[in-house]
């Protein structure tokens, strides 16, 4: 999972800002208008940092009438650049307050297991953006334990359940496989074993953090480091649009600049605006590639800082 709920919010409530505060290039405002789903899965993918420059030149450079998928392209490299803002204000905090768990080997890949802030950063992002599932596109019952809160789940085996859709998608991705060609499935399938990640994430600690979150865990790694604190101005902006409610008194502007200050996820929207606003910047060519790669944060490493304060 890997945060994948708040990977999926900081984008959603950036753009959401970013739209709101007037100041994007109108393709922005037009790939976000009618792309928004596929911007989301750009959010939780990886190695943005690495193409994100080279695709916005080509999105530049094709804009409006060339170029393949290219509005899918430019709304899926603004969701990257959202997902990178939270990587960078997020993986130096866990390494941070969990030392313990990044000491033990593998516990930097991708195949390791989350750490406990990892997982509670979700787990709060999914009560306090989503509602805990009221609000688009996180369901209720996805943090569930055994989905119990949905009708459907009395009149299943859960075990079998889980265990037949999650052969039915893994037979889904491998059938889409680059190299199901003339050999068909069999072959794919016989060259997979030493590709495929496993799968690693215990969905069930979500589901106990969510109704049984450890309060020594959330003491540490939620309120004493500021994570999410939902008066930041910016943090409330941003959930009076996502609902569709009355806007606070402070302004996107004000707002933008208070985060500076304030809990982590009000940064991480901060930096996230940044990253947005420079991508609309070197799309209509108000700034250089060398003052975007500035921008972006490209010279400096994930790890770098780390401190919450």
């Given amino acids: 999972m890997s945060e994948h709920i708040a990977h999926?919010?900081?984008?959603?409530?950036?753009?959401?800002?970013?739209?709101h505060g007037g100041r994007l290039a109108g393709p922005f405002r037009t790939v976000l208008t009618r792309h928004w789903d596929f911007a989301r899965f750009g959010s939780t993918s990886r190695s943005g940092?690495?193409?994100?420059?080279?695709?916005?030149k080509y999105c530049r450079e094709h804009w409006p009438d060339g170029g393949k998928n290219v509005e899918e392209k430019l709304a899926?490299?603004?969701?990257?650049?959202?997902?990178?803002?939270?990587?960078?204000?997020?993986?130096?905090?866990?390494?941070?307050?969990?030392?313990?768990?990044?000491?033990?080997?593998?516990a930097d890949s991708e195949s390791g297991e989350p750490s406990e802030s990892r997982v509670l950063h979700?787990?709060?992002?999914?009560?306090?953006?989503?509602?805990a599932g009221e609000y688009a596109p996180f369901m209720r019952g996805l943090l569930d334990d055994r989905l119990h809160s949905l009708?459907?789940?009395?009149?299943?085996?859960?075990?079998?359940?889980?265990?037949?859709?999650?052969?039915?998608?893994?037979?889904?991705?491998?059938?889409?496989?680059?190299?199901?060609?003339?050999?068909?499935?069999?072959?794919?399938?016989?060259k997979a074993p030493g590709r495929f990640?496993?799968?690693y994430v215990d969905v069930q600690r979500y589901a106990e953090m969510l109704a049984n979150p450890d309060p020594d865990l959330m003491r540490r790694f939620?309120?004493?480091?500021?994570?999410?604190?939902?008066?930041?101005?910016?943090?409330a902006l941003a959930r009076a649009l996502q609902r569709k409610e009355s806007l606070p008194a402070v302004p996107f502007e004000k707002a933008y600049e208070l985060a500076a200050g304030q809990s982590q996820y009000a940064q991480s929207l901060?930096?996230?605006?940044?990253?947005?606003?420079?991508?609309?910047?070197?799309?209509?060519?108000?700034?250089?590639e060398a003052e975007a790669m500035k921008l972006f944060d490209l010279d400096r490493s994930h790890l770098q800082g780390g401190s919450y304060q």
Avoid at 270 to 281: E, P, T
């Fill in 222 to 235: 939620i309120v004493e480091p500021n994570f999410y604190d939902r008066r930041d101005p910016l943090i």
């Fill in 197 to 199: 990640q496993r799968y």
């Fill in 8 to 19: 999926v919010a900081v984008f959603e409530d950036c753009c959401r800002l970013a739209l």
């Fill in 270 to 288: 901060r930096m996230g605006l940044r990253y947005v606003f420079a991508s609309s910047d070197f799309f209509e060519g108000k700034i250089s």
């Fill in 122 to 131: 979700d787990v709060v992002v999914y009560r306090e953006v989503y509602g």
């Fill in 76 to 106: 899926f490299v603004v969701a990257w650049r959202c997902h990178q803002a939270a990587d960078r204000r997020f993986k130096p905090v866990y390494r941070e307050l969990e030392p313990e768990h990044y000491a033990k080997p593998n």
């Fill in 49 to 56: 940092d690495r193409f994100s420059i080279p695709v916005l």
């Fill in 151 to 190: 009708a459907g789940s009395q009149t299943l085996d859960y075990d079998a359940t889980f265990a037949a859709l999650g052969g039915v998608w893994q037979r889904t991705l491998q059938q889409q496989h680059p190299e199901r060609t003339a050999g068909g499935f069999a072959e794919a399938t016989a």
